[in-house]
């Protein structure tokens, strides 16, 4: 699927004004680096890297922008952690917790998220 940085900045500022997201302690938007990938294994990654941090989601790994939008989702919960509690378990219960409650808000696939 084509995927663009500008398309996952806009997944981005729109999950970031939703219920579950908006109250959170998320990076600031310029920190933020939006990159596209071509792995087939993996569907995104979060890095918090000194130079920004970046989002990367594959374009070989999505279908739809819906798809999209539950990765983006998926690396945002990481990026809230890393706000909060970087020696956090990387799946950990923290991250379960909150999966938990944005796969029901957003009704994403809760097996594959
Ligand atoms: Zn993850």
Redesign the pocket.
């Known amino acids: 699927m084509k995927l663009t940085p500008e398309k996952i900045a806009e997944h981005y500022d729109w999950l970031l004004q939703t219920v579950p997201f908006r109250d959170q302690k998320m990076p600031d938007r310029n920190r933020m680096v939006f990159k596209t990938t071509k792995d087939k294994r993996k569907r995104g ?2 890095r918090p890297l000194s130079s920004g941090w970046v989002i990367a989601i594959s374009e070989d790994n999505h279908r739809t922008q819906a798809e999209v939008q539950a990765t983006v989702a ?2 945002m ?2 990026a809230n952690i890393e706000m909060i509690l970087p020696s956090a378990p ?2 950990g219960a923290w ?1 379960q917790e909150m999966a938990d409650e944005i796969c029901e808000y957003f009704g994403f696939d809760r097996e594959g998220f």
């Open positions: 990654y979060f998926h690396e919960i990481h990387h799946h991250f």
